[in-house]
């Protein structure tokens, strides 16, 4: 959204965070950016309604949100996508979706981690992202759960 609004309609913008931020900054900014936006009292509340209608999905996405930071940082990716959410949004959709499917960790931690760099990638390009890269994570994590069950 932060990119969309910058870049493709050459509307003015709120300014990126000056660095990666606390594992807790990145929980709120990715979940703001679950509705395309960069109010800071946004994600919160995003993260609030997660809670209130499943403990275990809430989990799921604070997991993701600290995989996503984590795979950013270990990967040097850029600092303000990361501030600002937009490369960790979609992880978090992703492991709401995951949970509710009782998605094994491990394939999990990969669907968030190839939805970051997916992310990356397509700014990268400077392709708009939206949920892209939680679509082709999600497709690719449920691939490879059909593969390893025999289910095609």
Do not use: K
Not at 36 to 53: E, K, Q, R, T, Y
Not at 67 to 81: E, H
């Amino acid at each position: 959204a932060e990119y969309g609004c910058r870049h493709l309609l050459a509307m003015p913008s709120l300014p990126a965070a000056a660095t990666t931020g606390a594992p807790i900054q990145a929980l709120t900014t990715n979940a703001s950016q679950v509705l395309f936006s960069s109010a800071p009292w946004i994600g919160p509340l995003v993260v609030l309604a997660v809670l209130l209608c499943s403990r275990a999905a809430a989990l799921w996405v604070a997991a993701a949100s600290l995989l996503a930071w984590l795979t950013a940082l270990v990967f040097s990716l850029p600092a303000g996508l990361t501030a600002d959410g937009l490369l960790g949004y979609n992880a978090l959709i992703l492991a709401s979706a995951l949970q509710s499917r009782n998605t094994a960790i491990p394939l999990a931690v990969g669907g968030v981690v190839a939805s970051v760099g997916l992310s990356a990638l397509l700014f990268h390009l400077n392709v708009t992202t939206l949920s892209l890269p939680f679509v082709l994570s999600a497709w690719l994590v449920i691939g490879v759960e059909r593969l390893s069950s025999g289910r095609q």
